[in-house]
């Protein structure tokens, strides 16, 4: 049983050198990792068959520490960096709303894409080369070789099962089994996402010239990135505003007139200064038909807003929403009073216009309606577009959001009074 425990003892002090020396070897070519270093401790764990972290540790097997080292010294470091790039990256974040197996070789890919163009002697492997070639062809059909960009072309393009078998074979390096959600975890995914944008700024100072910075750095941009919570937006956006007049169907007048006879000026109730009033609710909507918007994302917008303002705890049962579609003019106008009108357009509506792109024209329709008596008191307007056309100047005196699809840094920024949201085509 000594025996046992000194060759465990021994294995254990091994493994802990092996780890020490990659971990500084990492720190010398790449000193801007330092914090991400310091967040990330080692346990050892006998439970695990390999190496795995939770954004908080990375726990790995001494046993297999030594056997990864005596098969190819390069394997423990690449393994290690690997690891710390999934937490610089957050991808351990977003596990819980994506397909999994998806995710888990863009993930990969992305971080095995960037080790490969940093060049490091310590973890280079002879599979770089096969690994370059499908990355090659891989960035062809993806364009930017980020984890998001790689997940969404395997959504639209599942890849084969022996595609998967070859995929892994390049780029698997760790297990994924204690990815978490962000509210889950210790480390919070905004404190990683702090650690990113710190790393990105000292990237510029030690690497704009080393091999791998720009893969690294477009990686970082899409790590640190402001994401953008729709949902949440869009019911403070609905907000019920109280309306300040005497309620005079909770006021009892015989307490407060008694106080003010026997008491002076004193009454013994003061009137309630407010009262909820069962307005009717309206709201704009306005679809972008240019050609770059597709139906069913447009169809599946449609639906996750109109859900989350029937949820909203504003809305009442009378609505008044108007769904605008626009390209260079306004090319139809549907308007929903009740949950049948809003199924009735989801089946049976379609979308018309695909030219060019102008904001213009929906919003000067939507003053005209109002001149005509269209809305008693329109709420806001929510506008769903690619972003590329012409904002009006004039601000309007209701609330506007401008939703996008996914993030594209040529776009124009939208005018200073309104809202922009952005939203992924996987939301």
Same mark, same amino acid.
Request: negative net charge.
């Given at each position: ?87 610089? $990256? ?18 990969d890919i992305a971080v095995e894409n960037v080790i490969i163009g940093m060049k490091l002697s310590g973890a280079a492997l002879e599979s770089d080369y096969d690994a370059e070639r499908r ?70 100072? $030690? ?162 309606? %109002?001149?005509?008596?269209? $809305?008693? %008191?329109? %709420? ?22 401008f939703a996008f699809l996914n993030e594209d840094e040529n776009r124009a920024p939208v005018p200073p009074w309104s809202m922009k949201v952005i939203i992924e085509e996987e939301e």
């Amino acid at each position: 049983m000594d025996m046992k425990d000194e060759r465990n003892k021994k294995i254990s002090a091994l493994a802990g050198d092996i780890l020490g020396l990659v971990h500084d070897d990492i720190l010398v070519h790449l000193r801007f990792f330092d914090v991400a270093l310091m967040k990330l401790e080692l346990r050892e764990s006998k439970d695990s068959l390999c190496m795995a972290t939770d954004g908080r540790n990375i726990y790995y097997n001494p046993v297999y520490i030594l056997r990864l080292y005596k098969s190819a010294p390069e394997l423990v470091e690449r393994t290690y960096l690997h690891i710390v790039l999934h937490c610089i $990256f957050s991808h351990n974040f977003q596990y819980n709303r994506l397909d999994g197996e998806l995710w888990d070789m863009a993930a990969d890919i992305a971080v095995e894409n960037v080790i490969i163009g940093m060049k490091l002697s310590g973890a280079a492997l002879e599979s770089d080369y096969d690994a370059e070639r499908r990355l090659r062809v891989l960035k062809e059909a993806s364009g930017e070789l980020t984890a998001e960009r790689i997940y969404k072309y395997f959504r639209n393009n599942p890849p084969t099962e022996g595609e998967k078998d070859e995929l892994k074979a390049l780029f698997y390096r760790d297990v994924h089994t204690l990815w978490k959600p962000a509210e889950q975890t210790e480390i919070t995914a905004e404190q990683w996402r702090k650690l990113s944008e710190r790393i990105k700024a000292d990237l510029k100072s $030690f690497t704009r010239a080393k091999a791998g910075a720009d893969t690294l750095e477009r990686n970082l941009e899409e790590a640190t990135r402001e994401r953008y919570d729709y949902a949440g937006i869009l019911r403070k956006f609905a907000v019920m505003g109280e309306n300040i007049k005497v309620n005079d169907d909770e006021f009892d007048y015989v307490y407060y007139t008694y106080g003010l006879v026997h008491y002076g000026n004193l009454p013994l109730i003061e009137p309630l200064e407010y009262k909820e009033e069962n307005k009717v609710r309206e709201f704009v909507i306005a679809i972008d038909t240019s050609a770059s918007c597709r139906g069913q994302v447009v169809k599946a917008f449609l639906q996750k807003t109109y859900s989350i303002l029937k949820t909203s705890e504003s809305f009442f049962n009378k609505i008044n929403v108007h769904i605008i579609q626009c390209d260079t003019e306004v090319q139809n106008d549907t308007k929903i009073t009740c949950d049948e009108d809003f199924e009735r357009f989801i089946k049976h509506g379609r979308l018309t216009g695909f030219g060019a792109t102008d904001f213009r024209p929906v919003f000067s329709y939507v003053e005209r309606l %109002r001149a005509e008596g269209e $809305f008693e %008191r329109l %709420r806001g307007l929510i506008y769903f577009t690619d972003g590329y056309g012409i904002y009006p100047e004039k601000m309007p005196d209701y609330d506007v959001i401008f939703a996008f699809l996914n993030e594209d840094e040529n776009r124009a920024p939208v005018p200073p009074w309104s809202m922009k949201v952005i939203i992924e085509e996987e939301e």
